[in-house]
């Protein structure tokens, strides 16, 4: 039972950081309709930033520049490039996106290397033990941190001029055009939003257990996009609820490796895949996803 509840706290911990990244997903594509797949290099940006500068200016300094740099970089990307194929059709963005995915990524990639990077995070290796269970003060940090930053941004998506106007260009954005909503300004709020979530979540999986930053941490991105699909792209609460689905998969597949050997082995990072496989064929349009109306 122990090992049980260790696996669902550290997976609800993991889980919530994986919402931060699927949330980017999501704000994005609600104002542009793009699945946004240079999502990887904003993350690996807002980590390079604060792991480079951690040690001149302290950690909260290095995390604030690094949370506005991946945010500089996303709106950087929205105006001076995604801003001139407005009208494309959103496959070709897409693809778009991927080539500055690989543009972005191989830069940082060369400027990392082989080394692995720490951030200087103030939590250490210190964990909190209560009877058996014992978790990383870096779990509950990253918990706390994702609640409040999620809940902080839907508050602002319900109730500021910004958040109206997103959901407007997300419903209607022919009709919020007419009605004075600058489509343009929304979209690089949308990239702006999604880069310094992205920034945060870098943080939250490159601390303890983990060594830290290194090249392979944007392929995080890749696992929490699962979260975004299954939760529905067009939805901020799927976020939530795919994120925390996919960490607790995540979790559970790879703390019973043992048990589901006769799966095969790494079934902890195929299990998030297979569960938003699942979700499709029950939900195409993800568990909270609005369904498109179609003419029969």
């Known amino acids: 039972m122990t090992t049980f509840t260790e696996l669902l706290l550290g997976g609800l911990s993991i889980g919530s950081v994986y919402a931060l990244i699927a949330l980017g997903f999501v704000v994005?594509?609600?104002?542009?309709?793009?699945v946004n797949f240079a999502h990887a290099s904003l993350l690996l940006a807002g980590g390079y930033v604060t792991a480079v500068l951690h040690d001149d200016i302290g950690f909260w300094g290095a995390l604030a520049v690094g949370?506005?740099?991946?945010?500089?970089?996303g709106a950087a990307v929205e105006f001076l490039v995604m801003r001139r194929y407005r009208g494309s059709d959103h496959s070709?963005?897409?693809?778009?996106?991927?080539?500055?995915?690989?543009l972005l990524t191989t830069e940082l990639t060369r400027r990392i290397g082989t080394d692995v990077l720490a951030l200087g995070d103030p939590w250490g290796d210190r964990v909190v033990t209560i009877g058996d269970i014992t978790i990383a003060q870096t779990r509950i940090a990253a918990f706390v941190s994702a609640a409040l930053l999620i809940t902080a941004f839907l508050l602002a998506f319900r109730y500021t001029s910004w958040g109206v106007s997103m959901r407007a260009a997300a419903e209607k954005p022919e009709t919020a055009a007419l009605m004075g909503v600058r489509l343009g300004r929304v979209s690089l709020a949308a990239w702006a939003v999604a880069g310094a979530l992205a920034a945060v979540a870098a943080l939250f999986l490159t601390v303890f257990p983990t060594?830290?930053?290194e090249r392979a941490t944007s392929l995080a991105a890749l696992k929490a996009?699962?979260?975004?699909?299954?939760?529905?792209?067009?939805?901020?609460?799927?976020?939530l609820a795919g994120g925390l689905i996919v960490g607790v998969t995540e979790a559970f597949a790879t703390g019973y490796q043992g048990e589901l050997s006769f799966l095969g082995r790494g079934i902890g990072d195929l299990a998030p895949y297979l569960v938003m496989v699942l979700v499709l064929l029950l939900r195409p349009a993800g568990l909270f996803g609005t369904k498109e109306p179609a003419r029969v």
């Open 28 to 34: 994005i594509f609600k104002a542009t309709e793009v």
């Open 67 to 73: 949370i506005a740099g991946a945010a500089l970089v």
């Open 92 to 102: 070709v963005l897409a693809i778009v996106t991927i080539g500055v995915d690989i």
């Open 211 to 213: 060594p830290g930053l």
């Open 225 to 239: 996009f699962p979260a975004a699909i299954l939760g529905g792209l067009d939805s901020t609460t799927g976020a």
